[in-house]
């Protein structure tokens, strides 16, 4: 069972004040909502659900789970590679790089977790093998806090309201929770993303005009 220190610490890798930079990335929601794909608490909705069930949240879960299962540093250089390989667009490739690296540094610096310099969700599921936090809320807490970032850039964006995007994030945390806690189990056979639209988008991010977020 986790512990209250397994909690704390895991709310800690996942605020907002822990610098892995999370709040300038979009993950192309940036461009949806500019071209008019997302305009209100309902499609922003949809477009978050579609990205957690069907794109990269779930799949980041798998390899986050992959990594904790990991024993050897020729197999985590592997999957770091696969992971790096499976991003649909350069903005995707640096955001995870960048995230991943700002989160080895200072997890490194706080908990002398040697990790060395590996994409985000392989770089999480290392740091919880070596911290020896639970895998599953690992990853639920991961995923919420990827889930409540994009709500947050809606907010901003569409824009919400602050009491709409909380609603919105309360409604989600349950999907974020479950979704979770199947994919930290899976193989990297079960890897795969139909969240197409998601994926454009975040290629139509690199040339748009006038951008707020990196991605």
Known sequence: MPTDKHILTLAQMFSPAFPVGAFAYSHGLEWAIDCGDVTDT???KHWIESVL???SGRNDCIF???AFRTDTPEEVAELDALCRAFAPSRERLSETELQGTAFCDATEAVWQAELGSLC?????????????????LT???YLQAFMSNLAAAAMRLVPL???????????????????????????????GSTAFLSDIASMKHETQYSRIFRT
């Open 53 to 55: 069930q069907h794109g």
């Open 139 to 141: 990853g639920q807490m």
């Open 120 to 136: 985000y969700p392989v770089a999480v599921g290392r740091a919880a093998r070596a911290l020896d936090l639970p895998l599953e």
């Open 64 to 66: 986050l789970g992959a």
């Open 42 to 44: 309902t499609t922003t």
């Open 161 to 191: 309201g602050q009491t709409d995007g909380q609603r919105l994030i309360q409604e989600l945390t349950q999907l974020t929770s479950a979704i979770a806690a199947e994919a930290v189990q899976a193989d990297l056979d079960a890897i």
